[in-house]
């Protein structure tokens, strides 16, 4: 197992973190290094507890069997993925309810992958964290995952919490400053 596998995984169970990273700038949600340096060491705790839960679950398996289950487990997650996509797109098409007949739901982390500037649950316009742990659980959720699938199929080196992590936090800062263009282009188009 290489490292640019590992850094290809990474970025690939990542997409919701450059998701939320674009969120925050859009909205202007302060997301300081140490709520930051918080998402990913929940990232990399979870990526850890990942492997040590797929490396018992392969220990016990044989070994076709576990590479089996991890094949299942990766191509479920992305099925389950689309489907949730195709959801969303389809409840956007459709006419929302007034707000008295809108259901409330209590946070959740698939809240907050969903609207990340849930997470701001102070509104302050910043990430506390405390609020980034949460943040953090949310999407270190597809990388436990997804972790727990790949090092079902083979082993993955004892670095990939640190590389997972790194990675999670790179495109959560890599969707700020995007978000950061997009804003600055907008206003030389208004400006003539």
């Given amino acids: 197992m ?4 590992l850094i290809l995984l990474g970025f690939a169970v990542s997409i919701d973190g450059f998701a939320t990273g674009i969120a925050y700038g859009l909205k202007k949600i302060h997301l300081p290094w140490t709520s930051l340096s918080i998402v990913g060491i929940i990232t ?3 990526v850890g507890a990942a492997m040590y839960g797929a490396y018992l679950t392969g220990s016990r398996l044989d070994t076709r069997l576990a590479m089996l289950c991890g094949s299942a487990l990766l ?5 389950y993925t689309l489907f949730q996509e195709c959801k969303n797109q389809i409840a ?10 809108q259901a409330h739901f209590p946070l959740s982390l698939l809240h907050i992958l969903a609207e990340p500037a849930t997470a701001d649950l102070d509104n ?18 597809d990388n436990m995952a997804v972790a727990f699938g ?3 199929l083979t082993p993955l080196p004892l670095y990939a919490p640190l590389v997972m992590a790194g ?3 790179l495109v ?10 997009m804003i600055k282009k907008k206003i030389k188009k208004k400006i003539p």
């Avoid at 990430?127 to 999407?139: R, Y």
């Fill in 172 to 181: 959560i800062v890599l969707g700020l400053q995007a978000s950061k263009q």
């Fill in 150 to 152: 790949a090092c079902l």
């Fill in 124 to 141: 302050s316009k910043g990430i506390s964290p405390w609020e980034a742990l949460f943040l953090g659980l949310a999407l270190g959720m």
């Fill in 75 to 79: 191509v479920a997650l992305g099925v």
């Fill in 167 to 169: 990675v999670q936090v």
């Fill in 44 to 46: 990399g705790l979870a």
């Fill in 2 to 5: 290489n490292a640019f596998y």
């Fill in 92 to 101: 956007a098409k459709l006419p929302s309810l007034p707000p008295s007949r």
